[in-house]
């Protein structure tokens, strides 16, 4: 009906008027946008601005399958949140107001996501008076949550949610003093990726809505709120903070953290949020940060976010750090004393690019998020740290990625993974990461180094504050960088990549020279031809340590385990990355010793990456699961709802 409307217009054009042409511009937008967003259609049109990313939202209902929001209808731009954190009740209570854009003439609903949130009052802001509204919460999806809709009068573009959160929230984890390294003050922090933010707010909440957001947060008086917002560095303690993230960012990186925080600072617009205990070591691991916001801006231009802070949540954070913009979440198993495993925070801060300024329109595309990210954190690695720990870390992961996709579904090994009626957390694997990465190692391999970063800090601009999908990334990469070097690359090489499952056999292998050495003096070790002091480990770094050990046979006796165990006291090693792998090896050739620091390493840390595969290996022999299910039972309360619902599938 659209397209007939254009055909009238444009036979009419002699006598165009204004407009009829205004609307002839729009209905050809709205095509060149659908067309931009299918899967068939061979745009020639890139989709570039703000207008033309709302017509595809319009065109695709829903662009984004894990959101029962109406994003055809209405566009959330703000939330004012008023929020206060009971630590008895494990709640937040309070409200959010959403203001919203009507995308189309008679919309009678806003609908919003929820999940385990008891809504007590909704009004409705009407001339500015706010008044009664009418309301209905539905039943619990397991995957979705709970349909908030809630019926809109006319000239409504405000809406008032008073709600409270429940304590199994699964995007908050509620800490008891215990549980925190000062013992003395319980703490609290939200992870809303995936699709966690709507257990915390009510709020149409998919990566495909951008909305900026104020907050006023109240807490007991002697604890410090901290959210993904400006952050003052000199806050005084008070019990009442207030924030504002005037950048429209996707729900899924509204965060905050609550606890006996202090701040030091790292350069004049980086600095480290912590418990007092571990504030000094944290700032000693990570006073690279600068230098790595630096490098970055080199790289792909400016840092658009004002601040970049850190945030060391307890042990128990199940990831190893989450992009919050202008606060990185992070866990505390990578202060290691020596740098070792900072490209964490490389990770981290190049979400500020990819990710948090470029965003994945839905969780199908998260490998634009997660690869383009890796892609940038091993830069960055490589700016600071040289080549030569680039190419290990980059071999490290690969290794990974070549075990994951041999345990994977098939259909998860797809870059542009299908979803549909999954939750996005069951498909979480290192594939949209290393995979990801690699792709656009390849892209740089093949149309070199300059072209190429050239091409990234064009799109990091061009989309910069949007969210887009597969196939927008797609259409730009066509037109800008396959068809301005023709005959380089194929679009079926590029379709492979993104639409085939497995690893393409034109994947590079990334190796290193060092990890070349530690092969070579492996074999003559397992030959028998050096001993363990002839290995030549004094040099080694962290990074040598883990390919050493994770390329070790599976098979090792008790008592060559035992020797080099006395040799390098690894079962002792407080390198959570190596005792993690040594640990796995140990628990594979059936080295017992390991067991009284393995019960302990899984009730001290709650980061997924470094538990999950000690259990799931503990649980493949009868002892071992017995073992598995006693330490679980210790270890599961102090577990994020995230670890929890991982590991309550493999512990059974
Ligand atoms: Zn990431």
Redesign the pocket.
């Known amino acids: 009906m659209k397209k007939h409307q254009y055909l009238i217009c444009s036979l009419a054009v002699v006598t165009a008027l204004a407009g009829c042409q205004q609307e002839s511009e729009d209905v050809a937008e709205k095509q060149q946008a659908a067309e931009a967003a299918s899967t068939q259609v061979d745009t020639k049109e890139v989709v570039v601005s703000k207008v033309e990313q709302e017509e595809v939202r319009k065109a695709h209902n829903p662009i984004d399958d894990h959101t029962y929001g109406n994003l055809h209808e209405v566009d959330l731009k703000h939330l004012d949140l008023d929020l206060t954190v009971d630590f008895e009740a494990k709640s937040l209570k309070g409200y959010v107001d959403l203001s919203f854009d009507r995308l189309q003439d008679e919309v009678s609903e806003l609908i919003l996501d929820t999940r385990d949130i008891n809504v007590s009052k909704v009004e409705l802001n009407q001339n500015e008076q706010w008044v009664a509204g009418e309301f209905e919460l539905a039943e619990k999806d397991e995957v979705m949550g709970s349909k908030l809709t809630i019926q809109l009068e006319d000239g409504v573009n405000k809406v008032r949610v008073y709600y409270a959160t429940q304590p199994q929230a699964s995007g908050l984890q509620w800490l008891t003093p215990e549980q925190t390294d000062g013992k003395k003050h319980p703490f609290m922090y939200s992870q809303a990726q995936a699709i966690h933010a709507r257990s915390f707010v009510p709020v149409q909440d998919s990566p495909a809505v951008r909305i900026t957001y104020n907050a006023t947060i109240r807490t007991p008086k002697e604890l410090l709120a901290v959210m993904s917002a400006h952050n003052e560095p000199d806050t005084e303690l008070d019990g009442e903070y207030h924030f504002e993230m005037p950048q429209a960012i996707p729900t899924y990186l509204i965060a905050i953290g609550v606890g006996d925080l202090k701040f030091k600072a790292m350069s004049d617009r980086t600095g480290v949020y912590a418990e007092p205990a571990i504030l000094d070591a944290a700032v000693a691991e990570f006073d690279d940060t600068e230098d790595m916001v630096k490098v970055t801006e080199d790289l792909y231009g400016p840092y658009r976010w004002g601040r970049y802070d850190l945030l060391i949540l307890p042990p128990a954070f199940p990831y190893g750090g989450m ?1 919050n913009p202008r606060l990185s979440f992070i866990t505390p198993t990578v202060i290691a004393g020596d740098k070792s495993l900072v490209n964490l925070i490389a ?2 801060l190049a ?1 500020s690019w990819s ?1 948090n300024l470029v965003t994945n329109a839905n969780w199908h595309d998260f490998w634009l ?2 690869g383009f ?1 890796s892609y940038v954190e091993n830069r960055i690695m490589e700016e600071l740290f040289g080549r030569e720990r680039a190419l290990m870390e980059q071999s490290l992961a690969v290794q990974d990625l070549r075990q994951a996709v041999q345990d994977l579904p098939e259909e998860y090994t797809v870059l542009n993974v299908d979803l549909k009626g999954a939750d996005p957390d069951d498909a979480f694997s290192t594939v949209p ?1 290393t995979k990801g990465q690699m792709f656009l190692v390849w892209l740089e391999e093949k149309f070199g180094r300059e072209v190429f970063d050239a091409f990234l800090v064009k799109y990091f601009d061009h989309f910069a504050f949007q969210s887009i999908t597969t196939e927008q990334f797609k259409a730009y990469l066509k037109e800008n960088l396959l068809n301005k070097h023709p005959d380089i690359v194929s679009e079926e090489e590029i379709n492979t990549w993104i639409h085939e499952p497995m690893l393409p056999e034109m994947m590079p292998n990334p190796t290193s020279d060092a990890f070349n050495i530690v092969d070579a003096k492996t074999k003559q070790l397992l030959s028998g031809e050096i001993t363990l002091a002839e290995l030549g480990t004094k040099e080694w770094t962290v990074h040598e340590w883990l390919h050493f050990i994770n390329n070790l046979p599976t098979n090792m006796s008790n008592d060559d385990m035992m020797a080099m165990d006395a040799e390098f006291k690894l079962t002792e090693s407080t390198n959570n990355e190596i005792a993690h792998a040594w640990l796995l090896l140990s628990l594979r050739s059936g080295y017992e010793v390991v067991m009284p620091r393995l019960e302990n390493y899984l009730i001290s840390i709650g980061r997924r990456k470094l538990i999950v595969p000690l259990y799931k290996q503990l649980m493949e022999t009868e002892q071992g699961a017995e073992f598995a299910k006693r330490v679980y039972k210790v270890a599961r309360p102090g577990y994020h709802p995230l670890a929890q619902a991982t590991l309550d599938e493999v512990v059974k």
Do not use: I, P, Q, S
């Open positions: 992009e990770h981290e979400h990710g998020n997660e990210t990461y």
